[in-house]
């Protein structure tokens, strides 16, 4: 093992992480596309209707399977059993330069925690979200009271599935900006 392990390395050399499996899904009604999570390299404006010429290279590419088409052929991410290494497979397999290598390495979401829900906030010693945390986004102001650093974040997800609680949630940054009003 090198000394200079990258993040897909580390994230690969991790036991506990389970694969997910490929599926489709429908499409999702009008309300629900705010709920959809984009993958990284693209931009908040990318064009996904060339989506629907394309056999879904990028979700087959996907190493943590964590990619998933709609119905119009667009990709999205589901977070349900693991995270992004940002391995870039998605990116250079996609035809239509919908995901491509010049966009940000940066997941399009809003991590927040559920202070009624963490165990840290409620007085319990956990730092179950932070030790996945690559791009240490998570912030503990003593040993309780975790944040995450929004300018740090990658959005790879990671904590989400290493809250034992479930306190950690995702929304696209569309509802991050139009009804969370976070800045």
């Given at each position: 093992?090198?000394?200079?392990?990258?993040?897909?390395?580390?994230?690969?050399?991790?036991?506990?992480?389970?694969?997910?499996?490929?599926?489709?899904?429908?499409?999702?009604?009008?309300?629900?596309?705010?709920?959809?999570?984009?993958?990284?390299?693209?931009?908040?404006?990318?064009?996904?209707s060339v989506c629907s010429q394309c056999d879904g290279k990028c979700v087959l590419?996907?190493?943590?399977?964590?990619?998933?088409?709609?119905?119009?052929?667009?990709?999205?991410?589901v977070f349900s059993t693991t995270g992004c290494t940002f391995c870039k497979k998605?990116?250079?397999?996609?035809?239509?330069?919908?995901?491509?290598?010049?966009?940000?390495?940066?997941?399009?979401?809003?991590?927040?925690?559920?202070?009624?829900?963490?165990?840290?906030?409620?007085?319990?010693?956990?730092?179950?979200?932070?030790?996945?945390?690559?791009?240490?986004?998570?912030?503990?102001?003593?040993?309780?009271?975790?944040?995450?650093?929004?300018?740090?974040?990658?959005?790879?997800?990671?904590?989400?599935?290493?809250?034992?609680?479930?306190?950690i949630k995702v929304y696209p940054l569309e509802i991050e900006n139009d009804e969370?009003?976070?800045?």
């Amino acid at each position: 093992m090198s000394k200079n392990m990258d993040r897909r390395g580390f994230l690969k050399a991790l036991p506990f992480i389970p694969k997910a499996t490929v599926e489709e899904i429908k499409s999702p009604s009008t309300d629900e596309k705010k709920d959809i999570i984009r993958p990284p390299y693209t931009l908040p404006d990318t064009d996904f209707s060339v989506c629907s010429q394309c056999d879904g290279k990028c979700v087959l590419a996907c190493e943590e399977k964590i990619l998933y088409r709609l119905q119009d052929g667009s990709p999205h991410i589901v977070f349900s059993t693991t995270g992004c290494t940002f391995c870039k497979k998605c990116a250079g397999s996609c035809e239509y330069d919908v995901l491509s290598l010049e966009n940000p390495e940066k997941v399009h979401a809003f991590f927040s925690i559920e202070k009624n829900a963490c165990l840290a906030w409620n007085g319990t010693m956990c730092f179950s979200c932070k030790e996945p945390c690559l791009d240490n986004a998570i912030v503990f102001h003593g040993l309780f009271n975790p944040e995450i650093n929004l300018n740090q974040c990658s959005g790879c997800g990671f904590c989400l599935n290493s809250c034992p609680v479930g306190a950690i949630k995702v929304y696209p940054l569309e509802i991050e900006n139009d009804e969370k009003n976070i800045s």
